[in-house]
């Protein structure tokens, strides 16, 4: 099929990849801001968790969502999109950076586990590999 259509004359090639760049991060982005505005909506729920490790799954999808912004917002390149780049990167890099510090606090106030394993057996007294 591709043999029967006729190329495209060169201004119209550069052009056609243009709107295409554009319209696949307009498109995305907007998935994006979906998506946060969804996780946004969970903050009271997430508030009220207990802090755990876990908290760490929320820094990865963050940080690309930041990172599709600022790529996205270097090729549509708004009024004032310098300052909302930077703007952008201080916030996540304040939330991973309270996640890390809030491990690191959590971590610290619990006392390391104990060498004794299977319900307080220590491991000195167990058979490894004996069969009854």
Do not use: N
């Not at 207990?50 to 270097?74: K, Q």
């Not at 549509?76 to 999109?81: D, S």
């Not at 959590?106 to 319900?119: E, F, G, K, N, T």
């Amino acid at each position: 099929m591709d043999e029967l259509t006729p190329p495209l004359p060169r201004p119209a090639q550069r052009r056609s990849a243009e709107l295409c760049r554009v319209g696949t991060a307009c498109w995305a982005s907007s998935v994006g801001v979906l998506l946060v505005l969804v996780q946004a909506a969970m903050v009271p729920r997430y508030r009220r968790l207990r802090f755990t490790v876990g908290f760490w799954s929320f820094t990865f999808p963050l940080a690309a969502a930041v990172a599709l912004a600022e790529e996205w917002l270097d090729v549509v390149r708004p009024a004032g999109w310098v300052p909302i780049t930077g703007v952008l990167l201080a916030l996540v890099t304040v939330f991973i950076g309270a996640i890390a510090a809030r491990s690191v606090w959590a971590v610290a106030r619990r006392p390391l586990p104990s060498r004794q394993q299977d319900h307080g057996t220590p491991v000195s007294t167990r058979t490894r590999g004996a069969r009854k």
